[in-house]
Nanobody
Framework: EVQLVESGGGLVQAGGSLRLSCAVS????????IAWFRQAPGKEREAVSY????????YYSDSVKGRFTISTDSAKNNMFLQMNSLKPDDTAIYYC?????????????????????WGQGTQVTVSS
């Protein structure tokens, strides 16, 4: 069974940084596309970053591009989201996700229904 366990969330001041981690068991990054989503109160879950298992191409939402970086540690089967220059609007619950299949479309898979396995979520709060 594929399981994802998140850690690294917390309370930070605006302008600070956090590194979210997601430990993946029961699967390899060779077999699954991965992504990070976030959900703020009253808002839908939003894809903020993606990485293809097929060719390594990445996606970042406009709101986080240039500030967030998705990465993996293949040996340990962990995925990370480095978040720099955090803003209060980044406050949300962050979720790591993995897809059952690998996507070959030119379009990035950014819908929550594109993913089959989810972390439990970790709270990120950015104070003003």
């Amino acid at each position: 069974e594929v399981q994802l366990v998140e850690s690294g969330g917390g309370l930070v001041q605006a302008g600070g940084s956090l590194r979210l981690s997601c430990a993946v068991s029961g699967a390899s990054f060779d077999d699954h596309d991965i992504a990070w989503f976030r959900q703020a109160p009253g808002k839908e879950r939003e894809a903020v970053s993606y990485m293809s298992a097929t060719d390594g191409r990445t996606y970042y939402s406009d709101s986080v591009k240039g500030r967030f970086t998705i990465s993996t540690d293949s040996a340990k089967n962990n995925m990370f989201l480095q978040m720099n220059s955090l803003k209060p609007d980044d406050t949300a619950i962050y979720y790591c996700a993995a897809s059952e299949i690998m996507y070959y479309s030119d379009d990035f898979p950014l819908n929550v229904h594109d993913y089959d396995y989810w972390g439990q979520g970790t709270q990120v709060t950015v104070s003003s």
